[in-house]
């Protein structure tokens, strides 16, 4: 199943020429879904070819602008491009209000539904769930109510061994019960036990979007062992106590987060306009968690 | 004095890669102004070396996105980059409320003073005036309350001829009121004509942005005889129904605009997505007005 992230946006507030505000595009088993949603967003959509009819699910973290100033004229388009199907929009409450004031204003009436559903970012709960995965806010310590969000594949079936099962001639109406583990006994009573008849499923793939935050342990046991960890790191560790004063995360302590939650992978991201190049950001994170890599636009990260 | 138009975005509400929604940059006599701020302003700023922190007055026509959502973006910069000094803000009185919710919820007490100004969209109004310049509102015709504006450089003084000052030994206490165009006198009461002692001064200049309108005679008056008229041409004339529908105007329709109402140069612009090329949008308005120009993206329109 495809597991992917794309980076539309890799810098913090205020602005710099060639880096946008962040917003992430997950495609999982071809479904795609948002994360967070700056300004310019939509054209990031168009540069790296995410189609943006193509999304039904919007989660935005908080409500400092670099996170969600794309989001009303993303709305806008797909409104003016025909959208007819309901988008979910899951975020802090007062999110419902900042939209609906400007398409008040803009006599914007929309031909689709917009599902509010409002984060709490002060525990974690399941905000959504289907076939595929569930998604899980986790509450992030910042200077504004924020969430950070936890994308989770849902176990899978065991897969079934084809050439046994020809072998055997197991009749097609068992092949469910199998595949969910059970053993399989034949007329005559022989039993053959499920790990004869399947295999392991893939494990589940997990990634967990944490941004933006001061260093906190509070959610390290709810995001361990992520197969990918998005974590801010807004600063170079020279600058821990700008860091601390504005509720945001040091490229070293992202390394921490990493090594300590135990995640596979860490992205990068967020980064201060003060740092033309990010090389000094990913040699630090990389001193303690070497397989850091740099969440800049563009780039994919396929959970394989 | 210098008198320049820097086009910052030139689509209009839908998004296409490589045009940014509107906005344009103005510097008069190195004052810069800024007209409707589209998403994506900052970076285009950034790209075209347009200096945010040297503007002072922000007009905004009306509340679709397309022309004000990077707004809050550039406010928000601002205040992180250290401004003081108070911003005029032009535009519907709905702006204000727009803006302070999300500084609101962004926890944003910004350093520095907002003047907002209201437009009134039924008549001209002169909103703005400094040395330099004043600024009238076009009262324009679309879906939502719409101003354009009209920025007109000031009557200037004649201009001395050195020479002749110097022959005559006129004493400098007299160069104001002769730069004004009084004649002079000497003590055995010779009178020495104005026109033997100064030259005229330059033409004011002057420039009218209308953006987005239905075609309407309207503001013809008003804007006669400008040196450069940006119109906004979101269509070719064979979509001319759809022009009326949604109150925007065509190539062919900007042109007559132009040609009817004597301006010296016509900038297109606010070109719909469905146009990958605009060499038919330039012929069509052209074939009515010859000096017509696509204003793109990083384009300078000097009044000489």
Redesign the interface.
């Known amino acids: 199943m495809r597991f992917e992230v794309t980076i539309l946006g890799s810098s913090s507030?205020?602005?710099?020429?060639n880096r946008?505000?962040s917003s992430q595009a997950l495609n999982i088993n071809d479904r795609l879904y948002l994360i967070d949603c700056g300004?310019?967003t939509?054209?990031q959509m168009?540069?790296f070819g995410v189609k943006a009819s193509r999304i039904d699910n919007i989660f935005i973290s908080h409500?400092?602008?670099?996170h969600y100033?794309?989001l009303?004229?993303l709305l806008?388009?797909l409104h003016?491009?025909g959208r007819k199907k309901t988008l979910n929009l899951f975020g802090?409450a007062?999110l419902k209000?900042?939209i609906e004031?400007?398409l008040k204003?803009?006599?914007t009436d929309l031909q689709y539904n917009i599902n509010y559903v409002f984060t709490d970012p002060e525990k974690p709960v399941v905000i959504f769930e289907n076939q595929d995965i569930t998604v899980e806010t986790i509450p992030l310590e910042h200077?504004?109510p924020t969430t950070g969000f936890l994308f989770k594949q849902k176990k899978r079936n065991r897969k079934l061994i084809k050439e046994k099962i020809d072998e055997l001639n197991i009749p097609i109406e068992y092949f469910t019960a199998i595949k969910k583990g059970n053993d399989y006994t034949t007329n005559d009573g022989t039993v053959y036990k499920n790990d004869v008849l399947t295999t392991a499923p893939e494990a589940p793939k997990s990634y967990a979007y944490c941004s933006d935050t001061i260093y906190t342990e509070q959610y390290f046991k709810q995001i361990s062992n992520v197969d990918l960890l998005y974590h801010e790191s807004t600063f170079l560790n020279d600058m821990l106590d700008r860091a601390q004063t504005t509720f945001h995360t040091t490229a070293l302590q992202a390394g921490q987060v990493a090594l300590q939650t135990g995640a596979k992978k860490l992205a990068l991201g967020h980064f201060s306009a003060r740092y033309k190049t990010l090389d000094d950001i990913l040699a630090e994170a990389q001193s303690v968690f070497p397989d850091s890599e740099l969440a800049i636009e563009g780039k994919t990260f396929v959970i394989e």
Chains 1, 2 share one sequence.
Do not use: C, F, K, M
């Open positions: 507030a205020t602005p710099i020429y946008n505000p300004e310019g939509q054209q168009l540069r409500l400092h602008g670099d100033l794309g009303v004229g806008s388009s003016l491009n802090p007062s209000e900042i004031i400007q204003y803009s006599e200077r504004i």
